[in-house]
């Protein structure tokens, strides 16, 4: 390895041992490895042919895949070694992991989820293909100017990308607006724009390396890329007009859509990487397949969320209009390939375009919608409708079009059944089936937390990586007081690198033998972060009037970015940082209770917090959250969790165990019933005398004295409509921190609640949820050979 660190050093990046930097050491490595990953990559590839296998194609507008040096690394087990290496040619290993850019290809859970599915289906020998776009800037980098976020362009790409292999010979035309000639019953797209979609491709090893799948993402580039003619007039900038209208479809994830030109820009982008995709997974097909009804039988095609939705109409434009099947077998044909995951019931997150916006983007689609919809209502009179009020519902497209529609955790799945799609599942019963989500072991505890992995390597072996389901023989262990203090020490080492971390970095210095609470996802009002600060201020005030009563140190710790247009959601995130200001300089409780808030939280800074936490925030109000994935990972690093009834939290619950949960507030039934009562806030507010002094003393200024009534309107929304009833789970969840308190005192009793997490979720592999698909959706087999059982 040496020696081929040192070839790339020379003779790809042009430089000597002795003037080469940390970038070109880390590029160097990073080359070496991707070097690895190449050969099983194309024998993965050959195999897939070879068998004629069914292909999973995975479409996601996000895929938030994070730092990939170390990762790569575990999965071909090179990690000893690449240490070695470098540490022989005078490198430091650790130094040069951090090096590397954090790709933010995604937003949150969603991108994640994509990315530890890729990881699995690679572990698993499934073929397949991730498709999305590369984005020049992803997920903008956030950072806090008095409290405020700010957001500017983030730059992952501003280096080289090392582990993509760009692919100009993959190109593919697609085209926006114009009109539609309809001739002999024929019907002839005649577009007003088109752009170019070129692929980059990003090998994805398994684990052990024994099989490799390809993420391909797509960057936008115009037909013409320079116009001379108009250089030559001297209007420089027309010369280069076609080019920078083209990259702006590639250019941000998650334009904001508040504006007209930013939903145009939006549908372009899903519209732009599903045909793209659609293209390349039908290229691929016939160059192997003579018959194009024979597609289903080879291709299953996934839509993570509605952002792909378009598929269905895309799919069925090319089967009608460039291989001249009819209209009703197309639509069928379609629908045999197409699966769709549903991630929400929140009504907005559904998408819906202006019909006249749809249709002047994508005129022959917006027939297509018409005839789907035609054939939908011939078949089940009084279907809800997917064009409705002027409006396209592509969650109800996205379900009409799919042959199975899943749910991402039991209890979502329910209220997918009797809420969003209560009529359309009435008239499809069988259509929608439940895949709850799942992590990879190998980031989110193998990779993210060798003081813990390398303990349960010691116990158990080494296969757990890929089976998960070993780690129950831990739970024999949790009566050892040998082994709890090592489980211990292991979350010690964590906090200690966390509390280094946090000092260096914000500047607040924190006790790693306080409790560390910590709720890290996307900010949005039924995440309930602001329930979360709104505690914080309580306990605050107690702990300030009797400072010597005992209390349980605490240190809070927030991390999520607010969409840019969310003002509500950046006005939590302001008023945390007013009380972090406040309370961290009290000199009364400075001590016992700490609030940190990072900036720009992402994928590496959460393989940081999530080993060091003791206890996980998933306080969501019940019945919003579709599953979350970070209660997993926290559950499986030995955080106890403080949550609802809401996603996936029911389920860890059931497999941990209620008496290592801590459980508060309304069910999903209970806060259906509330909302029906005028006034529920109001009234909740005036029977906590906790809640109201924290309301007041907000809304008197008490964090913001130069500006006392910037948080008005945060306050009366609690008092007057609080539709994600923090008022009503207030003081429950108040009561239940206190509960935590007790049982932190007692380390021994944490320590083996704790381990009871870490044991018994095993069940929350990504690779027992990719199992699942493959059985119950996608009706596809490992090319490995191995049997897809889901397991006990």
Not at 108 to 129: H, K, N, Q, V
Not at 176 to 184: A, N
Not at 442 to 451: F, K, M, T
Not at 730 to 753: G, L, V
């Amino acid at each position: 390895m040496k020696d081929e660190i040192l070839a790339h050093l020379r003779y790809s990046l042009g430089k000597d041992a002795g003037h080469a930097s940390v970038y070109d050491w880390r590029m160097a490595l990073s080359l070496s490895l991707r070097d690895r990953m190449v050969d099983p990559w194309f024998r993965s590839t050959q195999a897939s042919y070879e068998k004629r296998v069914k292909r999973v194609y995975y479409l996601s507008m996000e895929f938030l895949i994070g730092r990939l040096v170390e990762d790569i690394a575990a999965n071909l087990g090179l990690v000893d070694e690449a240490r070695a290496a470098m540490a022989d040619l005078g490198q430091d290993y650790d130094l040069l992991v951090k090096d590397e850019p954090d790709a933010a290809l995604g937003n949150g859970g969603l991108g994640r989820l994509a990315a530890c599915f890729m990881d699995s289906l690679a572990t698993l020998g499934i073929p397949a293909m991730g498709y999305g776009i590369r984005y020049e800037h992803g997920l903008f980098e956030q950072d806090f100017v008095e409290g405020k976020q700010v957001e500017k362009a983030e730059t992952w790409l501003a280096q080289r990308h090392a582990w993509e292999f760009e692919r100009p010979e993959v190109s593919y035309q697609i085209n926006f607006g114009g009109h539609v000639q309809h001739q002999d019953g024929k019907a002839k797209w005649h577009p007003h724009e088109t752009v170019l979609a070129t692929a980059y491709d990003t090998p994805v090893i398994g684990w052990q390396g024994k099989w490799a799948n390809t993420l391909r993402l797509w960057s936008a580039r115009p037909q013409t890329e320079f116009d001379l003619a108009s250089f030559n007039r001297g209007d420089y900038l027309a010369a280069s007009r076609s080019e920078a209208l083209a990259r702006t479809i590639s250019r941000v994830l998650y334009p904001d859509d508040t504006t007209e030109t930013g939903k145009e820009l939006r549908l372009k982008q899903e519209y732009f990487f599903t045909a793209a995709s659609l293209q390349d997974l039908l290229r691929r097909f016939l160059s192997d397949h003579d018959n194009i009804r024979d597609l289903p039988e080879f291709a299953a095609i996934q839509l993570n969320d509605t952002h792909p939705a378009i598929a269905g109409p895309e799919l069925i434009r090319i089967l009608v209009d460039r291989h001249g099947l009819g209209m009703v077998e197309s639509i069928e044909l379609a629908r045999r390939c197409l699966g769709y995951t549903n991630h929400t019931l929140l009504p907005e997150a559904l998408e819906r375009w202006p019909e006249w916006l749809l249709g002047r983007v994508l005129p022959r689609h917006l027939e297509i919608i018409r005839a789907i919809e035609d054939s939908q209502q011939g078949q089940h009179p009084g279907s809800p409708r997917i064009l409705d009020h002027g409006n396209v519902n592509m969650g109800e497209l996205a379900f009409i079009m799919a042959h199975k529609v899943n749910g991402v955790s039991a209890l979502h799945t329910d209220l997918v059944k009797s809420t969003v799609f209560a009529d359309l599942h009435r008239i499809h019963p069988t259509r929608i089936v439940n895949q709850t989500n799942g992590i990879t072991p190998r980031r989110w505890l193998h990779g993210c937390n060798p003081a813990l992995s390398t303990l349960i390597t010691r116990e158990i072996g080494d296969a757990w990586p890929a089976d998960l389901d070993q780690l129950r023989g831990l739970r024999s262990l949790a009566g050892d007081k040998g082994f709890l203090t090592e489980f211990r020490a292991a979350k010690r080492t964590n906090k200690e690198r966390l509390s280094n971390w946090v000092s260096e970095h914000c500047g607040v210095a924190i006790d790693p033998d306080a409790m560390f609470d910590i709720q890290i996802k996307r900010i949005h009002e039924y995440k309930r972060q602001h329930m979360n600060i709104l505690e914080t201020i309580a306990l605050w005030n107690d702990m300030h009037a009797n400072p010597t009563a005992g209390w349980t140190p605490r240190v809070k710790i927030f991390g999520g970015k607010a969409a840019p247009g969310y003002h509500v959601a950046k006005e939590i995130i302001h008023l945390i940082n007013d009380v972090a200001r406040v309370i961290n300089t009290d000199p009364v409780t400075r001590d016992l209770l700490k609030i940190v808030y990072p900036p720009n939280y992402n994928v590496t800074m959460a393989e940081m917090l999530i080993p060091a936490a003791d206890l996980s925030e998933q306080i969501s109000t019940a019945g919003k959250e579709a599953s979350g994935t970070g209660n997993m990972k926290f559950a499986l690093n030995g955080a106890l969790t403080i949550g609802t009834l809401d996603g996936a939290n029911v389920e860890i619950r059931e497999h941990v165990g209620a008496e290592n949960f801590f459980l508060f507030g309304l069910t999903a039934e209970e806060v259906v019933e509330r909302r029906k009562h005028p006034g529920y806030a109001r009234a909740a507010i005036e029977q906590s005398p906790r809640l109201q002094k924290v309301l007041a003393q907000i809304a008197e200024g008490r964090f913001a004295p130069q500006d006392p009534g910037r948080y008005h309107g945060l306050v009366g929304n609690l008092w007057d409509h609080d539709h994600f009833l923090v008022s009503c789970d207030f003081d429950s969840y108040f009561d239940t921190q206190r509960r935590a308190d007790e049982a932190f005192k007692n380390p021994a009793t944490w320590s083996a609640m704790a381990l009871h997490n870490t044991a018994n979720v095993g069940w929350f592999s990504s690779d027992r949820t990719v199992q699942g698909y493959a059985r119950d959706i996608w009706h596809v087999r490992s090319a490995l050979g191995a049997t897809l059982e889901q397991s006990a």
